[in-house]
């Protein structure tokens, strides 16, 4: 298990879960059963209630670009890239990239679209601009 990420945790936490939906290219996200909303980053209680009681659902997929940042890259080391916080159409917000267009193009209220694929040598859910 050395160098993977996964390894990291112990035992099927939802932390554990999550990764591992994602290798297998499934981007699901937790849905509380006692009050009703979704929940990401994974973690055992929901976030607005506290109740155990939750299921794993699957994300449509569907954004909206919260906020984007252009991270300055040297030439040497690659190209500038995005980071962003994109609002899922099943409420939770994530931090994740923009590809497919270059860094500054990303803007604020960008419908986006999650895929999952490599990067970094790691698997992860990644947005791309809706309709593309
Ligand atoms: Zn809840």
Known sequence: MAGKRAATFEGP??????FENVKQGKFRIQHCNACGKNFFYPRP???HCGSPDWAWIDAS??????STTVVRVRPEDGQDYNIA??????????MSRVTDIPAPEVKIGMAVQAYIGPLDKETLVLFRPAGR
Request: charged share 20%; glycine share 16%; with cysteine.
């Open 13 to 18: 936490g939802p932390d554990a879960v999550w």
């Open 45 to 47: 209680f929901c976030v």
């Open 61 to 66: 997929g569907k954004g909206t670009v919260y």
């Open 85 to 94: 916080l994109i609002d899922l159409a099943e409420g939770p917000r994530m």
